[in-house]
């Protein structure tokens, strides 16, 4: 069972802006930074956010990350049809001793 | 180039046991932590276990302590994980995955998976 609450499912037309929430607790987020992976379907999962808001080289400026207190979010803005995926959260969880996963949010683009 | 290719996998019984490996190159393995992330079919990602670069020091999930074990040989560029009293409920994608160096906890690169299933 998913430590991390994050919603089912988000949607939104081309060139809206997504937005997309990880609750978690202080063991987790409330003590340790938060990253984001995208899963394209069929494929492996792919650093999109790491330390709360960093993008790895190549991941474009329109994802953004953001942390407060034991949440945090995920922006899509400018959404596109290749962005259709499945979003994760994660952090480690000092409590469990390891690293916990959100429950992952599916995007669609209307 | 990073690179991680994931092996071993397959069709295994209740109780069965199977090992999966993942070699690893385009980095100095041995100075990097690694791990292993598993995905039920149409379920979400699960963290099953991780190993320190050179300590070896250990750490697995709850689901899955003692019933696996991850190792790693740094000579052979290779991650592994002994998985044994196998479950229906193990049934999974296996990813390995590659610890980012620094103080903070994230997954920098990924490889493409393995299929376990446990079946009778």
């Known amino acids: 069972q998913s430590v991390l609450t994050q919603p089912p499912s988000a949607s939104g037309t081309p060139g809206q802006r997504v937005t997309i929430s990880c609750s978690g607790s202080?063991?987790?987020?409330?003590?340790?930074?938060v990253s984001w992976y995208q899963q394209l379907p069929g494929t492996a999962p792919k650093l999109l956010i790491y330390?709360?808001?960093q993008r790895p080289s190549g991941v474009p400026d329109r994802f953004s990350g953001s942390k407060s207190g034991t949440s945090a979010s995920l922006a899509i803005s400018g959404l596109q049809s290749g962005d259709e995926a499945n979003y994760y959260c994660?952090?480690?969880?000092?409590?469990?001793?390891?690293?916990?996963f959100g429950t992952g949010t599916k995007v669609t683009v209307l | 180039e990073v690179q991680l290719l994931e092996s071993g996998g397959g069709l295994v019984q209740p109780g069965g046991s199977l090992r999966l490996s993942c070699a690893a190159s385009?980095?100095?393995?041995?100075?990097?932590?690694m791990s292993w992330v598993r995905q039920a079919p149409g379920k979400g990602l699960e963290w099953v276990s991780g190993?320190?670069?050179?300590?070896?020091?250990?750490y697995h999930a709850d689901s899955v302590k003692g019933r696996f074990t991850i190792s790693r040989d740094n000579s052979k560029n290779t991650l592994y994980v002994q998985m044994n009293s196998l479950r229906v409920e193990d049934t999974a994608v296996y990813f390995c995955?590659?610890?980012?160096?620094?103080?903070?906890?994230?997954?920098?690169?990924w490889g493409q998976g393995t299929l376990v299933t446990v079946s009778s």
């Open positions: 995955a590659r610890r980012a160096s620094g103080r903070y906890y994230y997954l920098d690169y």
């Open positions: 385009g980095f100095t393995f041995s100075n990097y932590a």
């Open positions: 190993i320190s670069g050179s300590d070896g020091s250990t």
């Open positions: 202080s063991s987790n987020i409330g003590s340790n930074t």
């Open positions: 330390s709360n808001n």
């Open positions: 994660a952090a480690w969880d000092d409590s469990l001793s390891g690293y916990v």
